[in-house]
């Protein structure tokens, strides 16, 4: 199953484990043959935004990982963070609720600021202090981003380390922009029958990949595969 629909639909299979490992296989292949479909007729942002849409400027640092010790004698947790810096350049002031999730090739789904101590950014926060020196944790910023390079955000996106199986991990990063729209449901449909409306926003999407030994995880240097605009 592609990044791709997973960017799209988060659609969960749950098996019995009393099914027929034969059955299951068959299974399998009927969603992704499904999935397939569906990401084909997935919405795209507007290549024309229309009057009232706005996105932000945004650039960004690729994601590190730092290992803190939260409270000073607990045992050392490791956690990955990227640095976005947005400029508002749409002359007016905008709304900004953000939402990054990091999503890994083994189905496992991580909000960012999930079990995240302050210590953790007050620790990158020093390591950067030169070249960000007013730098935000996402968790603790302002709800509006207002016009002009002057008021230009560093922002701290920081989760969690995530599964050691991962070889692959794709971040999405939602409230960049106002656009959105929404569609039926692929699946799920409501009580009177009809396909329930899901909301999608236009979401930034980079996709990254893992090499080496899982265990050698705290040499592990992330390689950077894509960067697209997808609406999710």
Not at 123 to 142: A, G, M, S, T, W
Request: glycine residues 6%; proline residues 6%; charged residues 25%.
């Amino acid at each position: 199953m592609s990044g791709e629909c997973l960017a799209n639909y988060h659609i969960f299979v749950f098996c019995d484990g009393v099914h027929m490992m034969k059955g299951f296989v068959y299974g399998i292949f009927t969603i992704c043959a499904a999935m397939t479909c569906i990401c084909l007729a997935a919405p795209q942002p507007a290549i024309v935004p229309g009057p009232t849409d706005w996105t932000v400027d945004v650039t960004f640092e690729h994601p590190q990982q730092i290992v803190v010790r939260p409270g000073g004698r607990n045992e050392p947790k490791r956690f990955w963070y990227m640095i976005i810096t947005l400029t508002n350049k749409t002359n007016r002031d905008v709304d900004f609720y953000p939402k990054c999730d990091l999503m890994t090739d083994t189905f496992q789904i991580v909000p960012a600021g999930k079990g995240t101590p302050t210590v953790v950014f007050e620790q990158i926060k020093r390591r950067h202090q030169h070249r960000y020196p007013f730098l935000e944790f996402l968790e603790k910023v302002d709800n509006k981003i207002l016009q002009g390079q002057d008021n230009t955000r560093d922002i701290a996106v920081i989760w969690p380390d995530f599964d050691a199986r991962a070889k692959n991990i794709t971040l999405f990063i939602a409230g960049l922009s106002n656009e959105t729209i929404v569609i039926d449901h692929p699946v799920v449909k409501d009580k009177t029958g009809k396909p329930v409306k899901v909301f999608l926003r236009k979401t930034l999407e980079l996709n990254y990949t893992l090499p080496g030994d899982a265990t050698l995880r705290s040499d592990t240097n992330l390689t950077y595969k894509l960067k697209r605009w997808i609406m999710r």
